[in-house]
């Protein structure tokens, strides 16, 4: 019996934009994995390099499907969820253009999800690529504070971490750094749990990964693999630096999606910090609630 043909299909997700000059290097990476049931989904942002010519090439090279979708701009996360919705496999695993997968990295994040199959995402820890253009003290000090996400909420004992949504009540939520799980190219998830928490929130630019985990955190444990399968590449012609430069910040929209969406679940100091950040709605709410439960008991003594 051909064992692939009983391993679930892993659709690789890869939005594109303008993505030439590193696009080789990650789909090489996408060719050495040892998981070989995948496809690759590539939803395209109107590039005007040759970045769709280098996926055609590449396809031409692979024993596995490789389909292209064009894709009108209109944010990152839009691009994110084309990709999604256009896959056919149980499990999605994203890959970036500028970022590379280490060979076993498909592998051992399924493997992991067998040993855990209620989990709701499956992360790992990173190395970094730091391009000439990037290499100085800034770059070094961002990896220093950033190299590990959990490093200030839980101990990294073993191969493992799980993580469950008693993390929303740990006082270092709301600290740097804000995004506690990882890149979209360090995460494998199931398809199906998108029927549960719909896609990327659109109006995001900077935050939409993290907001997406935390809405599975929420629902699911999230896994971390204590061990670097993926390399993150920091150059300065990425998203978050462009975002940077063109004083792009989701503050305000995230925090409001804290305060609506997970509010009890937070430590009461960072509860404290957005009831007095969002304090007339929160108050409104209060009242409306206390209006709401004295009707039900009037009614139930009746």
């Known amino acids: 019996m051909n064992m692939v043909n009983i391993m679930p299909l892993i659709s690789v ?162 600290k740097s750094p804000f995004n506690k799980i990882g890149e979209p190219t360090a995460v494998l998830f199931k398809k199906e749990i998108v029927k549960k928490i719909g896609l990327f929130d659109t109006q995001l630019r900077q935050k939409l990964d993290y907001e997406y985990w935390y809405r599975i955190l929420k629902i699911s444990d999230i896994i971390v693999i204590n061990k670097p399968l993926v390399q993150f590449r920091i150059h300065q012609d990425q998203e978050t630096n462009v975002n940077k430069n063109k004083k792009i910040d989701d503050h305000d929209i995230y925090n409001k999606i804290l305060f609506d969406k997970y509010l009890e679940l937070l430590h009461p100091e960072v509860k404290k910090k957005l009831i007095n950040e969002f304090s007339t709605r929160y108050k409104w709410m209060c009242f409306l609630k206390k209006i709401y439960h004295e009707k039900l008991k009037r009614k139930s003594s009746k």
């Open 13 to 174: 997700c890869l939005p594109v934009y303008n993505g030439e000059k590193y696009l080789k290097e990650a789909l090489a990476s996408l060719r050495k994995q040892t998981y070989k049931n995948i496809e690759l989904i590539v939803s395209d942002d109107n590039s005007k390099d040759h970045s769709l010519l280098v996926i055609k090439e590449f396809s031409k090279s692979v024993n596995f499907p490789v389909y292209i979708y064009s894709h009108l701009p209109n944010s990152i996360g839009g691009n994110w969820n084309n990709c999604i919705e256009k896959a056919n496999g149980e499990y999605i695993k994203f890959l970036f253009q500028d970022d590379v997968l280490e060979p076993t990295c498909i592998e051992e994040m399924l493997s992991t999800y067998n040993a855990y199959p209620n989990a709701g995402l499956i992360t790992c820890k990173r190395n970094f690529i730091v391009d000439e253009n990037s290499n100085n003290k800034e770059t070094y000090h961002w990896i220093n504070e950033f190299g590990d996400l959990q490093i200030n909420i839980c101990e990294n004992g073993g191969s493992i971490t799980v993580l469950n949504k008693k993390m929303f009540s740990n006082i270092e939520f709301l």
